[in-house]
């Protein structure tokens, strides 16, 4: 058997692939510093180690080509052969892959995916649930960093010019232990800004409808839910109705939480949960323990501004307004 020494020249054909791969490496690397990976969260709140019902960590993803040329990837149906997430504690210790990371990508399976096409100047964004990629167990602060795979997750891939990812910034993450339960069994919520607990206070109802939008504006949830009664706005329409009585108390409190995120994701009332770029309180009044409180709405639509009349209801329980119900009606556009 023939050994090789230190000294060795390589012969010419190898020296041309070693050239050219190094070329190739270069092209795709100069490449990818023209194409921007960015996260951030999707809205910011105040996160725990296990939210109500698993309550997810919302990151937007955006890809912007910076390159004087077109800019293609494959995105995967199932996301996890797309991109990762690496979430390390402060001592720089990488947490365990999510039980949901594992099992997709154990599966033996075709993966399907559709070609994104960035052209220069673009941007292209996608939204993920970090806790389907690590495993959150613990309080703590940690840092999140994504990775975006081009040509899909491949183990073969990843080291290949092409396969190489694309790296985002980091993200500075803070979980806190499980919220303890209010008196009717409801998480506390925490002011995301300041991290104290939000609690109802006295307000009249128009002040209470004033909140609510304002905080709907900035995109702050927990004070736009703090003064919704979801049992209300749940069992007003009949067939979730039907759901509510049929469930014991356990269903009660998940049906809740997940009418939570399908008014943030805009899948259940979405008129409530509409954005208005401004709001007028037209008229207040109230009859013992119920009130009623007229708003005209704007909102933008494109080059188009809306207008609506919304009126909410709302009731009286030991001197705190909720509100009840609403209704709206659609004055056209300016």
């Not at 990976?37 to 105040?46: E, T």
């Not at 409801?186 to 307000?203: M, S, W």
């Not at 949830?221 to 039907?242: G, M, Q, S």
């Not at 409180?293 to 639509?301: N, S």
Request: charged share 30%.
């Amino acid at each position: 058997m023939k050994h090789i020494t230190k000294n060795r020249r390589f012969p010419a054909p190898s020296r041309q692939f070693l050239i050219v791969l190094l070329a190739t490496a270069c092209i795709f690397h100069a490449a990818a510093a023209e194409i921007d990976l960015s996260i951030r969260f999707y809205d910011k709140k105040v996160y725990h180690i296990s939210g109500v019902s698993g309550e997810p960590i919302y990151v937007q993803v955006t890809v912007t080509n910076l390159a004087p040329s077109t800019f293609r990837f494959k995105l995967a149906d199932e996301r996890v052969f797309s991109i990762d997430f690496d979430v390390r504690s402060l001592a720089n210790q990488s947490l365990e892959p999510a039980d949901y990371l594992l099992r997709k990508r154990s599966e033996s399976r075709n993966v399907y995916f559709r070609e994104i096409i960035v052209e220069p100047g673009e941007s292209f964004s996608f939204v993920e649930d970090i806790r389907n990629y690590a495993a959150l167990r613990d309080a703590g602060s940690f840092v999140v960093q994504a990775r975006i795979f081009p040509e899909l997750f491949r183990e073969t891939a990843v080291s290949s010019p092409r396969g190489a990812p694309l790296v985002s910034n980091r993200l500075n993450l803070n979980l806190r232990p499980p919220a303890l339960p209010g008196s009717d069994d409801i998480p506390f919520q925490l002011d995301a800004e300041t991290g104290a607990v939000l609690v109802r206070d006295k307000l009249p109802p128009d002040e209470v409808i004033t909140y609510m939008l304002t905080a709907r504006q900035k995109s702050q949830w927990e004070k736009f839910f703090l003064y919704l009664d979801l049992e209300a706005l749940i069992t007003n329409d009949a067939v979730r109705r039907r759901s509510w009585l049929n469930e014991p108390e356990e269903g009660r409190l998940r049906m809740m939480a997940k009418y939570r995120e399908d008014l943030k994701n805009s899948m259940a009332d979405e008129d409530i949960a509409l954005i208005p770029s401004n709001f007028r309180i037209e008229n207040t009044s109230h009859n013992g323990e119920t009130a009623s409180v007229v708003v005209t709405e704007w909102f933008t639509v494109g080059r188009i501004i809306e207008r609506r009349r919304y009126t909410y209801n709302l009731r009286r329980r030991d001197d705190i307004w909720t509100i009840q119900d609403y209704t709206v009606t659609r004055l056209g556009t300016e």
